[in-house]
């Protein structure tokens, strides 16, 4: 029964889309094409009777096409994020989706970062997507500790950036505390076993001992603070 009601939706739903399709292609620029109706992802797995993927294509065809007119007519890009979700659950592996909404919804980092979220969830492995989240929480949202976490999750993952765990170590360094000056260190240390010639270890090396230096430095600042503040206890 569930497949010839799924069945007779077909035609439903291919008209659905071809006018939708009419839409984007013949509506004058000077039009608003936000306007032009986004089908559910529901809706579509239904119809598609399990090949998901061919919905995913077609939308993906769309999306470019929606881009590409709302950047000439000099329109918000108000869909982007409906599209791009909606594909991705439509084909959760479908990574490079995730990393190229961030570069088209650049303005837009917190949907980004959902959307990269639901990339790590989906495709776990995927040190692209992870280095990706580590550059808009650094760049736009200007949290290092989250974009250093996200920068050493994806070092340790294989294929991984080898600039990674490096970026890692210099934003973990940027922060005041010990522990996660720690953890620059390690990720460093690693750098320089995973150093792919002389060049790039020795300048690793050279890294970690300046790194080193200015743990310490902190670390002895730090027990200095401490002594002073328990000196001004007991006098009080």
């Known amino acids: 029964m569930r497949f010839f009601t799924a ?11 071809l006018s939708h399709q009419h839409v984007i292609t013949q509506v004058p620029l000077k039009e608003n094409i936000n306007g032009a109706s986004l089908l559910p992802a529901e809706f579509l797995q239904l119809t598609s009777l399990g090949h998901d993927a ?3 294509d077609i939308l993906w065809l769309q999306l470019i096409q929606y881009y590409g007119a709302s950047v000439q007519a000099n329109q918000p890009l108000e869909k982007l994020y409906s599209y791009f979700d909606t594909l991705t659950t439509l084909a959760p592996h479908f ?20 959307l990269l979220e639901k990339g790590m969830k989906n495709n776990p492995q995927n040190a692209d997507i992870l280095f990706q989240a580590g550059f808009i929480a650094y760049q736009e949202l200007k949290d290092n500790v989250l974009a250093a976490e996200y920068f050493q ?4 993952l294989p294929n991984a950036p080898l600039s990674a765990g490096r970026i890692a170590a210099e934003l973990y360094a940027k922060s ?3 522990a996660l000056c720690s953890v620059s ?3 460093l240390q690693q750098a320089i076993l995973q150093a792919p010639d002389k060049i790039s270890r020795e300048r690793t090396e050279k890294k ?9 430095l902190r670390l002895l600042n730090q027990q200095v603070q401490n002594y002073v503040q328990q000196k001004k206890q007991a006098y009080k």
């Open 7 to 17: 069945l007779l939706c077909i035609p439903i739903f291919w008209a659905v889309h």
């Open 54 to 56: 061919v919905a995913a």
């Open 95 to 114: 990574e490079n989706a995730y990393i190229f909404s961030a570069y088209l919804m650049s303005e837009s980092p917190e949907q980004v970062m959902k």
């Open 153 to 156: 999750k994806a070092s340790e």
């Open 176 to 178: 005041d505390n010990q």
């Open 185 to 187: 260190l390690s990720l």
């Open 208 to 216: 970690f001992i300046e790194r080193r230096m200015l743990c310490d």
